[in-house]
């Protein structure tokens, strides 16, 4: 399943989120997960994507409906 990676690091940056080693620290993903996350070599899913949106001030289900509309991904 993809997913919009320009909206969570969009959304990210207005948390002061600027690379993995942060979105690790903001959603206590461990460093490899959340850079995959980061760099879409897999999508955030379940429990990971929850706390990626929470983290970043969106909801879980946002970082798929845009991607599935044909945005970026």
Known sequence: MAYDRALLRTAARLRDIHNPSALARATGLSGPTAWRIW??????????????????????????????AGTAV
């Open 39 to 68: 760099k879409g070599v897999g999508a955030p899913r379940g429990d990971h994507a929850d706390r990626v949106a929470e983290a970043v001030g969106i909801s879980a289900s946002s970082l798929y409906t845009r991607a599935e």
